[in-house]
């Protein structure tokens, strides 16, 4: 089976499909025969940064999600068997690879009405997506700030934030990202600037403050996130794609702010919870209520691209690498 892999830190074309034996799936694995596997920001920063560990060959992809068909189950697996679809979320292992071999506890079975395409993004970015909304407990009332609006999780943060009621003020790259979130009847996104864009922010809801930060970018916008917050109320914080090294305690202490941090990973170990997320998704996908909005697929020889594309800024929703 051929699989992406890296040996060390590098740029995206570092990334080479190579021959690999199958494996054997343990006790309470299953392994997957892939048809797509998502790819997210987070698989290029491990990529680039070196973030991961060597497997027994040799090798490392980084990788979160993906989807396929059951070709094998361990003895003790008993909720699952071959020829399942499913799709699952990990993180450590073997995602870009035309097989996958993984722990039971770590899959979802899709159903029927559900593609191939969008079963491959649920676990992890649009499940962060959703997460976040929960915990966020927002209303129709609610006044919220979503940095890096039209990235993979952002895009869905604006249609779950959308169906709720609540006001969105959407933060984008480019004057195009800007014009497409009118597809999303997003009217007031602002394009980030260096330095505080608190003002632009505040300049859309009459002066006033948010009332909840949806944040994947960090450093760069901690003094607009500081200054445009309501007393009181909280930032949620996902990604740090500018850097993570400030730490605002006087600002939070002064403010009775809240911040909240989350992590898909942590949140799987709590498989009931996870799940009833992901069915959420589910529903509301089946129901028509969110757009699946996949920007390109790449095949496997192309998943460079999909790196670059990312790490450029200029993707718009999510990628794919067809792995069938
Ligand atoms: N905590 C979790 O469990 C979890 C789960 C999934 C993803 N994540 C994180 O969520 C973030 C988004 O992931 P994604 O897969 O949705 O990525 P994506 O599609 O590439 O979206 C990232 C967005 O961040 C914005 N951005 C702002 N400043 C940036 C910078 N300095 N460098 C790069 N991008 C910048 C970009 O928008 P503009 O160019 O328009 O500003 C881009 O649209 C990543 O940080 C990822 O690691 C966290």
Same mark, same amino acid.
């Given at each position: 089976m051929k699989s992406i892999t890296?040996?060390? /830190?590098?740029? /995206?074309?570092s990334m080479k499909v190579v021959e690999l034996p199958s494996s054997s799936p343990k006790a309470h694995e299953v392994v997957i025969g892939q048809t797509y596997a998502g790819v997210n920001y987070g698989d290029a920063i491990r990529r680039k940064r070196g973030l991961f560990k060597l497997n027994e060959h040799g090798y490392f992809m980084p990788w979160f999600e993906g989807v396929g068909k059951i070709i094998s189950t361990g003895e003790a697996v008993v909720d699952f068997q071959t020829g399942d679809r499913v799709s699952y979320l990990s993180? @450590?292992? @073997?995602?870009? *690879?035309?097989e996958i071999c993984i722990d039971e506890k770590l899959i979802y079975k899709v159903p029927d009405n559900i593609p191939d395409k969008v079963a491959a993004v649920m676990t992890c970015v649009w499940a962060t997506a959703g997460h976040l909304v929960s915990l966020s407990n927002?209303?129709?009332d609610s006044r919220v700030l979503i940095h890096g609006a039209t990235g993979g999780v952002g895009l869905m943060l604006v249609q779950l934030c959308n169906l709720i009621g609540a006001k969105v003020i959407a933060v984008v790259g480019t004057e195009e990202k800007k014009e497409f979130l009118k597809r999303y009847w997003v009217t007031d996104a602002i394009i980030r600037s260096d330095g505080d864009i608190s003002p632009q922010i505040k300049s859309v809801i009459g002066g006033e403050s948010v009332d909840v930060i949806f944040d994947c970018v960090w450093q760069a916008v901690l003094d607009t996130n500081l200054n445009c917050i309501r007393k009181g109320w909280t930032i949620l914080y996902y990604g740090s794609t500018s850097g993570h *090294?400030?730490?605002p305690g006087m600002q939070i202490l002064m403010n009775s702010l809240k911040l909240q941090g989350f992590n898909i990973f942590n949140a799987i170990h709590d498989a009931p919870n996870w799940k009833a997320e992901l069915q959420k998704l589910l529903t509301l996908i089946s129901d028509n209520k969110l757009e699946i909005y996949i920007n390109e697929i790449f095949t496997m020889q192309e998943a460079h691209k999909a790196h670059e594309l990312l790490e450029e800024r200029n993707s718009i929703g999510k990628l794919l690498i067809d792995l069938s």
């Open positions: 890296v040996t060390e /830190a590098g740029p /995206a074309d993180e @450590w292992g @073997w995602g870009y *690879s035309q927002i209303d129709k *090294s400030t730490f």
